[in-house]
Every structure is written in C-alpha cells, then in structure tokens.
DNA sequence: ACAAGTACCCACTAAATAGTCAGGTACTGA
DNA sequence: TCAGTACCTGACTATTTAGTGGGTACTTGT
C-alpha cells in the first residue's frame, strides 16, 4: 500500500467503487435508512450497498445509527468529514454535468 | 452501460481507474513525453500508462501527439476539456490533502 | 558487437471488484 | 401458521482491472 503522493489521490482512494458517488449524492439531502438508499440507487444489490457504506463508515465519512426497532431501522448519513467531501465534490459533479453528452458519447 | 445519474457519477467514470488521477496530476505542469510520464508517476508499468492514457485520449481528455523522429517521441497534454476537469478537481485535491492524516490511518 | 534508450504491442496470469443466491433473525398483520 | 418487511451475512462465481514477461524497430554510444 503505498503512500498517497498527493491529495487527488487519497480522495481518489476514498471514493473509488463503483457505487460511492451514487450513496454520497444520495446522502446529500439528509439521513437515509437502508431500504431508501437501496431503492434510489437502482441497480444496486443489498450487498455491494452494505460493503460500500461499510467502507465509508470505516473511512469516516457516513455515520450509521441503528435503531433498536421491530421491524429494524437503520440510518446512514454523512458525517462532518463526508459533508465537506461533498462539498469539495460539487465542482466535479457540475463538470460532469455540463460535459454530460460528450462523455456519454465516448464510451 | 447505464447512463449516468449525475454529473459525479459521469465524471467517477472518467477519473476511475488505478493511475488516472495521477497522470492528469503530472500533466498539470504542461506536456510530457510517455517516458517522462512513467519516471513520474512511479510504480505504474508501461502497460498501464498506456492504457490509461488511451483511455483518456478517448474520452478528450488527453492529447496525444506523435513527432516522427528517432529515437520516437510521443508528447501527451491536457486538452482543454482535461483542464476543465483538473481544475474541477482542485478542491478535491486540497480536501485529499487536509484530511490526509486521517485517510492514511483508515486504510 | 552489444547494451541502452525510445515508445510501444501481445499473450498470459493474478488480484481486486462486483454480482448471485441462499440463508438468518425478529418481528407484524391476515 | 404463513407470507411479508427490514437488514443484513457468507459461500461461491463472474467480471473487470492490473501486472508480468516477452517482443518490435531503430539509433546512439562504448
């Protein structure tokens, strides 16, 4: 595991999977519970969702709240460090969206 | 092939990739020949880069230009739509950066 | 003659990532 | 009792991504 050379690349690392910009956009607007999170990212299955969130957990940047319920609730929302990550992922996420046709198109 | 959900999910997809971030990090400074890049960006194999890169070049965000010569010599930049993308990654980087530490330890 | 530098390509393997499917608990409502 | 909801876990497979080791063609330096 070699050290990050810069910070694009520790970011990089920490976003990298192919669903965690989905769950940190999803989470953007507030908390979600697990199910809300499962159907809004369609396409995703139940467990590639656990593996993702666990890894943002580890990493810091969503917080998960169980809820000691029947039937079980959990809650996953962005902690301080995700909130800021998002911020600093807006511009990315307008770049995407202003060159959203030429990238669809090349590829 | 889904489409993308949003402009993050859009630009994941381009930046994704082991040695992406790094490589647009090097030619942030201006031109590099292949050779140049691959001293650079350490660790990365040959295959790799060019793998990388051709996929870059694909999507517009590299510029590969050949000057027939020998020994060969192949010069790769950003294209305008690659600087866009690497100044959209800016605050990306400066978070990367700010929360390092914390990265490192969590991995 | 021969190693070294330049920018690659190709076949193959290994590792990482993602997906499928079955189960498991602790309930509620019919 | 039986289906249904919610939130998972673990075994197994498939796909994607990355790495290894070889080869090309040509020239300059020793």
């Not at 666990?54 to 998960?64: D, P, S, T």
């Not at 039937?71 to 992922?89: D, R």
Request: aromatic share 6%; net charge neutral.
């Amino acid at each position: 595991m070699r050290p990050y050379t810069c910070g694009l690349d520790a970011a990089a690392d920490v976003i990298g999977g192919k669903w965690k910009p989905r769950i940190l956009w999803a989470l953007h607007h507030g908390p979600m519970r697990f199910g809300e999170l499962r159907r809004e990212i369609q396409g995703v299955t139940e467990k590639m969702l656990i593996q993702q969130l666990r890894e943002l957990e580890a990493r810091g940047i969503v917080h998960r709240e169980v809820f000691h319920q029947v039937p079980p609730k959990v809650e996953y929302s962005l902690t301080e460090l995700g909130m800021s990550l998002n911020v600093a992922l807006m511009p990315l996420d307008e770049w995407g969206a202003k060159h959203m046709d030429v990238l669809e198109a090349s590829r």
